[in-house]
């Protein structure tokens, strides 16, 4: 057996580096000219805002992403701040207000910074992010069905409540029973993510490809990754963080290092 | 990422000599020969035979120092190599600058006095020594280790591998903000290796005595980059392929 290749050194540790691609350069744009516009669309969907849900009712739906955004609740449909405002953003969604005014772009935005809605300006990069690549992405701990009456009392109830507790994180436990062990911590499950798929039902989704969690200020520890893999029950978590338009994903799956021979 | 073997045949041979076996003659020819390692800072310097000489570098303890002395070759080992084989194998006895051999406390003593993370570290080591795999520094990588399958001279490295500490806080302060991941992630990434966080838990138990040691448990984390638009692309490509 030739051993004396391999044998007469003890192994550098100088692997050559692969040069991978810069596949992630910068935008920059010098002339206003340079920045794309979308076009408004000739048949677009109307909604109007309603305040106390901090949801959008759809009135008149146009185009065929109905599939794979809005939740059903006594055959109507009510669309998220994040779904609203990618829609509007995108010329695909015209939002009335509770007096049929128009809800300008601006408005819309504010809703978001306001941070009442159950969704903060990253949580929406996120989600503009992988619905812009085809993700069928829905609120997490939101069915996408809801068929009586009473649970749409209940979900209007657990909609307040997220509203309240949002933006402060110091606030204790308020849940109901509709959203069972939602826990406000520094680390939160954003988003139910599926992959692209045109045979997507509202009324049967299955489980997501995995459910997003947002963390802001640092990234999870352990304890908190192994709390919400307690909480989503088997079903991969991703991490992402968001900076200046940069959406990152990180996952930290468990492993077991092979025994070798 | 698999293992990325180097050459054709590199697999074979790996799977024909396993790691294990080249371990254990090194243990018994170091053994026989009654092996002293001199300790000098963080280091232990052992001179040694051609037979030894060989079993060291198939094993990957070690490095070999470049000397004119023809009949003796000296081997620099880490301080983690050096305990492994005095505590875990048996088979290396080290002694300070007044000659006497140090006994495992007094080891464990000086090491932990010269590197506080030592027991974590240590305890990563053996851990990846334990089952076969061959742990080099991995300082020229920003990292604490990197993980090989075999030989180097054989296989690319899988595994940059960041030791962590549990319930005392981070001892080494690693990944603790997003920069350091998207840093560590990076550099990972350009050199085709995958980031293994270790996290090693001391169940309070402390670090005053070797026995220590096994009280703590170790959890492996993969952590991994995901890209959105390449997992719709690769999807997409294997929906094409099944229709």
């Known amino acids: 057996m030739v051993r004396e290749d391999w044998a007469s050194s003890s192994g550098g540790t100088s692997d050559s580096e692969v040069c991978v691609q810069d596949a992630d350069e910068e935008q920059h744009y010098f002339n206003s000219g340079d920045i794309p516009k979308l076009q408004f669309r000739n048949n677009i969907s109307v909604a109007c805002w309603d305040d106390k849900m901090g949801m959008a009712e759809v009135l008149e739906m146009e185009g065929g992403m109905w599939i794979t955004t809005g939740i059903v609740c006594d055959s109507k449909i009510y669309c998220s701040v994040e779904e609203t405002l990618f829609l509007a953003e995108r010329g695909e969604l015209h939002l009335l207000d509770a007096h049929d005014s128009s809800v300008m772009l601006k408005d819309i935005y504010r809703k978001v910074a306001q941070g009442k809605s159950g969704c903060c300006w990253e949580s929406f990069e996120a989600y503009k992010h992988l619905k812009s690549l085809g993700y069928i992405v829905g609120r997490h701990g939101i069915p996408w069905t809801m068929k009586s009456a009473k649970n749409k009392s209940a979900f209007l109830e657990g909609m307040a409540q997220i509203k309240e507790t949002d933006g402060n994180i110091e606030k204790p436990n308020q849940v109901t029973e509709l959203f069972g062990n939602m826990r406000i911590t520094h680390v939160k499950p954003i988003f139910d993510v599926y992959p692209p798929n045109s045979k997507f039902r509202k009324s049967s989704p299955g489980n997501p490809s995995f459910i997003l969690c947002l963390a802001r200020d640092h990234p999870p520890s352990k304890a908190e990754i192994e709390d919400l893999e307690r909480q989503c029950n088997g079903i991969p978590l991703k991490f992402c963080h968001v900076e200046h338009g940069r959406v990152s994903f990180v996952s930290f799956n468990r492993m077991e290092l092979p025994v070798l021979p | ?243």
Request: charged residues 25%; proline residues 3%; neutral net charge.
């Open chain 2, 1 to 243: 990422m698999g293992p990325r073997w180097k050459g054709k045949g590199s697999e074979a041979r790996a799977l024909a000599d396993p790691m294990s076996k080249i371990v254990s003659e090194l243990k018994s020819s170091l053994i026989q020969s009654d092996s002293r390692g001199l300790l000098s800072g963080c280091y232990v310097l052992l001179g040694v035979e051609p037979e030894q000489t060989e079993l060291l570098n198939r094993a990957c303890f070690g490095r070999p120092i470049v000397t004119a002395q023809k009949d003796k070759q000296w081997f620099q080992l880490s301080i983690e190599e050096a305990f492994y084989l005095c505590y875990n194998l048996r088979c290396l006895k080290i002694v300070g600058e007044d000659e006497h051999v140090k006994n495992d406390e007094e080891l464990w003593k000086y090491m932990t006095s010269k590197k506080e993370t030592f027991p974590d570290l240590f305890k990563a080591y053996s851990y990846f020594r334990t089952q076969n795999w061959v742990v080099r520094s991995g300082s020229q990588y920003g990292v604490d280790f990197v993980a090989y399958r075999h030989h180097p001279a054989l296989v690319h490295s899988e595994y940059a591998v960041l030791v962590l500490s549990e319930g005392d806080g981070n001892v080494n302060g690693r990944l603790r903000v997003w920069s350091d991941f998207q840093c560590t992630l990076r550099l990972c990434g350009s050199v085709a290796k995958t980031l293994l966080a270790v996290y090693i838990n001391k169940h309070g138990v402390g670090a005053a005595s070797p026995s220590c040691l096994e009280s703590y448990s170790i959890e492996e984390r993969l952590i991994t980059r995901w890209s959105a638009e390449q997992s719709r692309d690769e999807r997409t490509v294997t929906e094409i392929g099944t229709n």
